[in-house]
């Protein structure tokens, strides 16, 4: 079946510093989303990747879709605190499958 | 109206009672999710509906059945849980026109606890 996998679990890093996590998919994916859950909330969209290659950005974040589809990464520039959370990409089939990879979680030490 | 309402928000029941999860949005998506997820690990899929009809099951316990009602609506039956089934349960809506597309919204979930 579909698997989403996500490195690394844990990420920790001082405030400034970048981080970045990776998602593969098992599948070509018709699209990947990434979604960002804080501790004790529910996870919050941030953006949708639909075409092979595809580069966005979002402010200090920038997300990029593989060309074969099947593999995304996320990248956040200079760390803020505000960034803490666990980061989720998550894959999606042409039957509206969504699943989510592993996570990472990233703390930031100010 | 960009929410997804879900009651109730903490629920702890016995092994032998039934129960039942609530969700309701009012953005006019016409497909509707169920995820467990436990602490420190990602949502997992239960169910999806799309158009009130159930379209995804994912080998899910027959303890647990999903009923949608109509558009607006999404309920989560519970009958003889086990207290590894505890967890907190999530409820997603997503627009579905011609094609699956678009992000997830999710409620703030329903935390449960099984004695």
């Known amino acids: 079946g579909q698997q989403v996998m996500q490195i690394p679990q844990y990420q920790h890093v001082q405030e400034g510093e970048d981080f970045t996590t990776y998602c593969n998919s098992s599948t070509t994916l018709s699209n990947i989303q990434w979604y960002k859950q804080r501790p004790g909330g529910h996870p919050v969209f941030l953006i949708q990747l639909v075409k092979s290659g595809e580069v966005k950005k979002q402010k200090r974040l920038t997300f990029q879709f593989g060309e074969a589809k099947k593999n995304s990464s996320l990248h956040i520039t200079a760390t803020q605190t505000t960034d803490v959370g666990t980061y989720f990409c998550a894959g999606d089939n042409q039957g509206g499958k969504l699943i989510f990879g592993q996570g990472t979680e990233l703390s930031v030490k100010p | 109206d960009t929410e997804v309402t879900q009651t109730p928000k903490h629920l702890v029941m016995g092994m032998t009672n039934k129960k039942s999860l609530k969700c309701e949005q009012h953005?006019?998506?016409?497909?509707m999710y169920w995820y467990k997820q436990k602490a420190k690990k990602p949502p997992e899929l239960m169910f999806v509906?799309?158009?009130?009809?159930?379209?995804i099951n994912e080998s899910v316990p027959s303890r647990f059945s999903p009923e949608c009602p109509n558009s607006s609506l999404l309920n989560l039956h519970l009958h003889a849980l086990q207290p590894e089934d505890s967890a907190l349960y999530l409820c997603?809506?997503?627009?579905?026109?011609?094609?699956?597309?678009?992000?997830?919204?999710f409620g703030e979930g329903s935390r449960l606890t099984v004695l």
């Open positions: 509906y799309s158009y009130e009809k159930l379209s």
């Open positions: 953005m006019g998506h016409r497909a």
């Open positions: 997603a809506s997503r627009p579905y026109l011609r094609e699956w597309s678009g992000e997830l919204f």
